[in-house]
């Protein structure tokens, strides 16, 4: 439902005369457009944060509804944003990207834009304005364009201003209002305006004390006016009858101050997940007089509306496109799982991924074939399509990648996915296949879209599926090295990947040729001179794909007289604690088990001694959730050194975080300490 026209109103009011009057600023009246303060420009650092590249120094908005005699009830959504620019990396928080939804004819429009920077040169001012050449809109698809605003003379110590305001027809959309970004926010203000025809719900996300929380009523005025006319067409009227109506008018208000940027930490999907956000979702509409209307907030209705889609369920419907496809496919095989396993071959081949994530086709499966390329959607409905044509139970499930935020189950709607893969169940076990990424295992998600859960599009028997994965990714070192007595250390390292780790090396490989990608490795052995390297089983996508260096190097040895020291395993472990923080409010998330081994063998010169090597070590998180071994022994005139690194569990609660912080501490350290011979 998109909006309601006067048609759908007659008999309840047919003008709306009165119009809001609101008061933007209610507490803060001196944050308006152009009011720069002196103290705003001699600004230099942040007190909430001395390292921060900018500071918002306000971000005010409010949501309200108004009445068009011609076009029904539309949304508006005001928004003024003022920022500090700190430091030449803050510089890319002067572009701004304004989202536009678009739904058929209808779409969103940006409208009263207003920008400005305002730099302080010795002791004058000087603004200059936004002009619409800093201004282009960028389509995204067809539900989506983005206008991209580039504000204009931005140095260290510009104050930034933007006003904009969206004016909507599709009522039911109203903007979610974020509080906290990576950089601190002096001031952030949302209000909320609602007729008492509308019923929304809200969710209140990540943690965030309000210096104003406040709802508030008041009534408004509706005239209705009636007129009937006599003689010619456009005679003035001779009959006028009006009347009010008076309805309520509720406001939602948020305020918080001082709030400190939320620092984007390794091993999470998205900062935006934890981020302090007020979200809105529609609930139901209700005129007087009128039946109450709910808004698609029953997944049976998204799951239908998703099948009834042009550029989704309607392709599912295409079974001549693949029809040469299945007889080829059903010519060598029956059994369902090498039919699968042929399926995602064939669309491997015949559409490549052009890096766009997406759960609609960009156009329809057809031009994805003759273009021989497509989005995400393109490549993985088209091998549903196939997987169905062949026999077997396959249908999509829709995602959200971990880039992209959490799909929450008690909120029905599409916007929030992006990604689109394929499930086929044999013998009962649904397997999730990705033809995206052409060299990894049939059975192997990439990282992007594991975590969390993906929906099954299904009319009916639709289901929530958990996108999942207990395959590792997983690298093991297996190294044999000789020690010269010139102290030159030479000998080959072999690392085999596998998991995602594996399709990693396997896609740089084939998107970057075997001299670049050899050319990019040699770069990350610095202290090395790799004389040779060398790739196997890249083709055979089950087994783990290795890199063989052939590596010298008299930089790694440290000559101290008569005694010499290197690293036990050559810097190749863990050099550095992934988790800075002392406390974090977020959980850890790896998505993937996680297993890396490293196997070293050192041959010493004829007359070395071992003076010493490291103790060996073991630790275990509680539960087993991950497990650290190391250990070194001397067989002859052989060093052996054995480290492996297992973290099974692949979420952490931030109140498991400092056991997890320690345990990377103690690896750090182990790892790092080194191997003292004696020269003879």
Known sequence: MKRFSIKTLRGFFFFLLVTATFSLFAQKQEMKFGKVEKDELSMVTCALDSAAEAIILCDIGQSYFEYDETEGFELFFERFLKIKILKNEGYHWAELSIPLYMNGPDEEQLTAVKGKTTNLEGSKVVETKLTNSSMFDETINKYWKVVKISVPAVKEGSVIEIKYTVKSPFFSRVRDWQFQYSIPVLWSEYELRIPEYFKFSRNINGKISFVVNETTSRTRTIAQITKSY??????????????????????????AENIPGLKEEPYTTTIENYQAKIE?????????????????????????????????????????????????????????????????ETVRKEIKWDGRYSKYTDKNLSYALSNGAGNSADVNLYLVLLLKELGLNAEPVILSTRNNGFIHEYHPEINGFNYVIACVTINGIDLLMDATERYSPGDLLPLRCIGGKGLLVKDPGFRWVDVASMEPTSDLYFAEFKLNPDGKMEGTLTVSSSGNSGMNVRNRYFKEGEQEYSRWLKEQRKVWQVTSIGFNSLDTLDKPVKVVYSMESDAVVEDQGTLVYFNSLMNFGQRTNPFKMEKREYPVEFGVPIKDVYSFTYEIPDGYQVESIPAPKAIMLPEKAGTFRFSASVLGNKVLINSMVDIRKTFFLPSEYSQLREFFSILVEKQAEQIVLKKP
Not at 231 to 255: C, I, K, L, M, N
Not at 283 to 303: D, L
């Open 280 to 344: 809105y979702e529609p609930h139901s509409y209700k005129f007087p007089g009128g039946e109450e209307h709910r808004f698609n907030n029953e997944w049976e209705t998204v799951v239908k509306k998703l099948l009834e889609e042009e550029d989704f369920g309607v392709q599912l419907k295409r079974g001549s496109l693949v029809k040469d496809q299945v007889s080829r496919i059903n010519a060598v095989t029956s059994d369902p799982l090498q039919q699968a396993s042929l399926a995602l």
């Open 230 to 255: 006599t003689g010619y067409e456009y005679s003035p009227a001779t009959h006028v009858r009006s009347g009010s109506v008076d309805y309520r008018e509720d406001s939602q208000r948020f305020a």
